[in-house]
């Protein structure tokens, strides 16, 4: 089955910016999905199709999918920013969602 | 405002059998495809399945495959997960959650309900 990869945690400081790997086979072939989940909160998507922000989500967020890894970028990182931050993509091959297994941005 | 809400999560035996429901309001509920999705406490989040707007399509995730089933009644805009021979490590939180697809069950999940937990304990 599809897996996708990604580191379990990060620190960021303020200010800063932070970007997220999500890695998979030949990902750059799929759609990727990316949802934010601050603690006790249900996830809220923050990108879509690769690289769309929905509305509402803050410019700061950007992402982008090519080759073997997909990334969410947050140019500039805030203290509300601090949450986990998880992949998703459709494999039609297993005719499955798979999400990766989340990283968790830490602001210092 | 799209809301959806969970119900039914329990405690249960091992073995018995368990229905979720989701209650959607703030959309056409027969255009969107629907999913369930887990999470066990402190851990990240697992698909257990999909279903499309019509539902003529639906897939599984492996673990719950022949155990569980997710169906739909478009009249009522409420989605089920009907959860049968249940293991512990079902044990999960387990959340609705709204797709951007109207045809088929790709697309993003714009949605999610605040989930019902499901507790699997002898």
């Known amino acids: 089955s599809y897996v996708l990869t990604q580191p379990p945690s990060m620190s960021v400081a303020p200010g800063q910016p932070a970007t997220i790997t999500c890695g998979g086979d030949d990902i750059g072939r799929k759609s990727v999905h990316w949802y934010q989940q601050k603690s006790g909160q249900a996830p809220l998507l923050v990108i879509d199709y690769d690289f769309h922000r929905p509305s509402g989500i803050p410019e700061r967020f950007s992402a982008s999918n090519s080759g073997n890894a997909a990334t969410l970028t947050i140019t500039t990182v805030e203290a509300g920013d601090e949450a986990d931050y998880y992949c998703?993509?459709?494999?039609?091959?297993?005719?499955?969602?798979?999400f990766g297994g989340g990283t968790r941005l830490s602001v210092l | 405002q799209v809301h959806l809400v969970e119900s039914g999560g329990r405690v249960v035996q091992p073995g018995r059998s368990l229905r979720l429901s989701c209650a959607a309001s703030g959309f056409t509920f027969r255009s969107h495809a629907m999913q369930w999705v887990r999470q066990v406490a402190g851990k990240g989040l697992e698909w257990v399945a999909v279903l499309s707007s019509n539902g003529g399509d639906q897939f599984y995730a492996d673990p719950v495959k022949g155990r569980f089933r997710i169906s739909r009644d478009n009249s009522k805009n409420t989605l089920f997960l009907d959860m049968n021979s249940l293991r512990i490590e079902d044990t999960a939180t387990y959340r609705c959650?709204?797709?951007?697809?109207?045809?088929?069950?790709?697309?993003?999940?714009?949605?999610w309900g605040q989930g019902t937990l499901v507790s699997v304990s002898s």
């Open positions: 959650a709204k797709g951007s697809a109207s045809v088929g069950v790709t697309g993003f999940l714009d949605a």
């Open positions: 998703q993509v459709w494999d039609a091959t297993s005719r499955h969602w798979v």
